[in-house]
Every structure is written in C-alpha cells, then in structure tokens.
C-alpha cells in the first residue's frame, strides 16, 4: 500500500539535544511538508520542499532544519536552538487536491 | 487576525444529530476548500474537498462553500460515536505545484450514545 511512513511514532530528547524525525513516502509525490500540531493552534508549517535538493522555509522554521536527498524522503531534524520542541509533528505529500499526511511523531522534552 | 478562523469547541451533540462546523476566512484568494478529520494521535485524513463555491455531498457528509461570505460549513447527518474527532477546515490558492494549505485550528467534535 501507498503511504508516508513517520518514525519514531514517540521520541524524547533531552535540554540541549538534536534529533532526527523521519519521513518516508513511496507514493511517488515531488512535494513533501513538516507541519507542527500544538493544541488549539491547529497546524503550523515548518519547512517544504518542491523537489529534490530544495527546500523552502514556512512559518516557523527557527531552530528545525531538512534535508531533501531523495524523492522519498524528508527528514526533519528538531535542534537545540528550538526552545519549544514538545508538540505533535507531521509530514505531509500533495497529491492530486490536498495533502497525504503520516500518522505522526510526538516529540516530548525530557 | 489569523487567515482562517475556526471555533476550536468542544462541540457535544448526541448520537444521530446534525453537525455543523464552520470557517471563516480573510483571504479571496482561496479556492480550494478541504475538510479533514482527525482522530486522537492520528495524522488528519482528507475527508471532502471543494473547489470554489456551491455544494458536495459524500453520504453523511455536505461540504458548503459561500465565497462571497468567505465561510464554508461541513454538515454531517445521523452522526455516530465514530465521528468524534477533530475537524479541520483547510484551503488554498491555486492547486499548483507545491502550494501551500492553511489550515484552521480545528474543532473537537463528542458524538454521545
């Protein structure tokens, strides 16, 4: 079955660590998106990327960055520079109308 | 003031009622309006999907979209338990590649048996 792959679904990162989220997708789709979910807050976008080896910033980028190696895959990484880093995270791929969304990771600082 | 406003409830209503749940917007550049539902530690799934104004019907489901209001609605008939989650109103400019969705806040929906 076609679909975005979210690893881990649970992660915990100490003050002052950087970790990595993981994005997999086999549905064959260029644009690929992180979006952060607070409550109440609804879904922020972090960084997106067109194709490979390109990535635009959204509107919280500060303290994340990507990488965009491969088509399938779009890994965000949450640094220590991110004061605020508990929240539930979500990659995204467009398809036709609207997007595909993984089941996501939830980030809790420890 | 946000682009997309939508009242984040809790909205309570006994099982086989009629839900509504609404969203205002400030952009007239929107076209493409989408409904997602999202279950507890889920990712959202795309429920219905709209392109300008006028209605769509999906079984239970009736999006609306008023343009010239710039409000659109997702009706939901004979709601059961399973409908409770969280629904959030999403839209866009133009549907090219890589546009970006806006998204509302989301409401809480409780279906009681």
């Given amino acids: 079955d076609g679909g975005i792959t979210q690893s881990p679904k649970y992660l915990f990162r100490k003050e002052g660590q950087n970790v990595t989220l993981s994005c997999e997708q086999n549905l064959n789709h260029d644009a690929m998106y992180w979006y952060r979910q ?8 972090i960084y997106y990327s067109q194709i490979v080896n390109d990535f635009q910033k959204g509107d919280i980028a500060e303290g994340y960055s990507v990488s965009r190696e491969k088509k399938e895959s779009f890994p965000l990484t949450v640094t220590s520079a991110q004061k605020n880093p508990t929240a539930f995270y979500l990659c995204a791929s467009k398809r036709d109308y609207g997007y595909t969304f993984g089941s996501g990771t939830r980030l809790t600082v420890v | 003031q946000k682009e997309v406003e ?24 929107f076209q493409y309006f989408m409904w997602y539902r999202q279950y507890s530690r889920k990712g959202p799934e795309l429920l ?11 079984g239970r489901f009736t999006a609306q979209v008023d343009k010239s209001s710039k409000y659109i609605s997702l009706f939901i008939r004979d709601s059961q338990p399973s409908d409770s989650a969280t629904y959030l109103c999403a839209m866009s400019g133009l549907m090219e590649y890589g546009n970006k969705l806006v998204f509302g806040a989301g409401t809480i929906l409780r279906v009681k048996s």
């Avoid at chain 2, 219905?48 to 999906?58: H, I, L, P, Q, W």
């Fill in chain 1, 38 to 45: 607070d409550p109440g807050q609804g879904l922020r976008l």
């Fill in chain 2, 48 to 58: 219905m999907y709209t392109y300008s104004s006028g209605n769509k019907e999906d």
């Fill in chain 2, 6 to 29: 939508q009242d984040p409830g809790p909205l309570s209503v006994p099982e086989g009622a009629i839900v509504s749940l609404n969203c205002t917007y400030s952009n007239s550049a």
